[in-house]
């Protein structure tokens, strides 16, 4: 599986300024870091005032959601209030003891195996609507 490489969007040379990150932070929030930003185990940047976070490791990604979820699970209402109409009221919403009970029934949907046959028909689907 070491020589699996996911589908991603495009990764710019350098930064993007803040109007291009806009431009791209329409159509999805992966596709405003350059390419450097992917070779860091971990990151920080400031977008629009905002302090954003990003792991780029399976350890260091186990450490946030599994080992140490109970520092970075709370969010403020604001974020409950805008996350939720997108979101419903899952994992990425839940907290506490639901958190704990929602991520234990949801574990095995994210083991190598299932990602890799995820990601198949995922980019099947992108090249059928492609070729449309």
Request: cysteine-free; proline content about 5%; overall charge positive.
């Amino acid at each position: 599986m070491s020589d699996f490489i996911p589908p991603y969007p495009k990764r710019h040379k350098k930064a993007l300024n803040p109007l291009q990150i806009l431009y791209y932070a329409r159509k999805d929030l992966l596709s405003i870091w350059p390419e450097t930003a992917f070779r860091h185990e971990f990151m920080h940047a400031k977008i629009l005032r905002q302090h954003v976070f990003i792991a780029n490791t399976p350890s260091i990604i186990r450490h946030i959601f599994v080992t140490r979820h109970q520092n970075y699970e709370r969010k403020s209402m604001q974020m409950k209030r805008a996350l939720e109409p997108l979101l419903g009221d899952g994992l990425f919403i839940s907290e506490g003891s639901v958190w704990k009970e929602r991520r234990g029934m949801q574990t095995h949907l994210f083991d190598q195996a299932h990602i890799r046959r995820y990601s198949i028909s995922m980019v099947a689907t992108i090249n059928e609507m492609a070729e449309r």
